[in-house]
């Protein structure tokens, strides 16, 4: 798994509490990364269709979706792809006792119980929103922890991010 | 996920099998790869404690306990290592609006989603064991599948198997 999804989901959350759309910049500062390094996730994160860039002079990301619909299993999708990690290379159709092509239309029982353990891991990401990403970031650092960075992200910027 | 998981596994599966020790030459010659590749994931398993090399003119490998008492888990863990696929590197402590190391002391939200979805992978491989496995494998060729691998694996070596 790549770095990327943590810088990922910890935007997504970010932006479930902005009031206008936050240019990269802004994360990029916010999180202390560099913001050619973020522009990637946040690209990835839009070509997934999970967050959308406003243009203009107070552009910058927005969610396009409510974050209750938006789940930690699609962000991890959007930035480290949907291939699973365990890839059968039907080693049972080699060597002296190869099993035949017609005996093998259905996966490996050994494809079967990697692939039953990946479904229940998408399953757990999925069951988790961003909308409860946020809460939790609430619940751990008090209720005034999102509206911080509400504030810090409406600021305007003063030209020193380094970004 | 490391290719060797495939192999160590399939190889785990027919050793439920064998009524002698399978020199590792042998479980080359059967899934028809290098036998140097091969022996990598063999010593895997074996400094996991799941395989054990008997020495001698007989000698090669066997399962060190019930194929009942091998899960996927451990077979998996064994070639891959147990280290989680997602890694936090605490970025909530970085930026102006750092959380400070106090409010650090649990893991932060995004982890535990992530680590709860690794939790749950691995209660699915966990569940499965490589008795199971083999089950799945006469049920799916047929029940004399296994009975073939182990007769071609008492079978004396010819020596041509270029392993
Ligand atoms: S043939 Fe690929 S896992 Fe069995
Ligand atoms: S600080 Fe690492 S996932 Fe939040």
């Not at 079967?112 to 479904?119: F, G, P, Y």
């Not at 209720?143 to 960075?149: D, E, H, R, V």
């Amino acid at each position: 798994m790549s770095g990327g999804v943590e810088w990922a989901l910890h935007c997504c959350v970010v932006l479930t509490t902005a009031t206008e759309p936050v240019p990269a910049a802004r994360l990029a500062e916010l999180h202390d990364v560099s913001a050619s390094y973020l522009a990637k996730q946040l690209q990835a994160l839009s070509r997934a269709g999970l967050v959308q860039s406003v243009q203009g002079k107070a552009g910058g990301y927005v969610l396009t979706r409510a974050p209750a619909r938006i789940s930690v299993l699609d962000v991890v999708t959007a930035v480290d792809g949907a291939t699973p990690a365990f890839v059968c290379t039907e080693i049972r159709q080699r060597g002296p006792l190869a099993a035949p092509p017609e005996a093998c239309t259905r996966p490996c029982a050994i494809t079967r119980a990697m692939s039953a353990a990946d479904a229940a891991w998408r399953a757990a990401l999925a069951a988790i929103s961003v909308a409860d990403l946020a809460a939790d970031v609430n619940a751990d650092y008090g209720p005034a922890t999102m509206s911080t960075i509400a504030r810090w992200l409406a600021t305007p910027q003063d030209g020193a991010s380094g970004a």
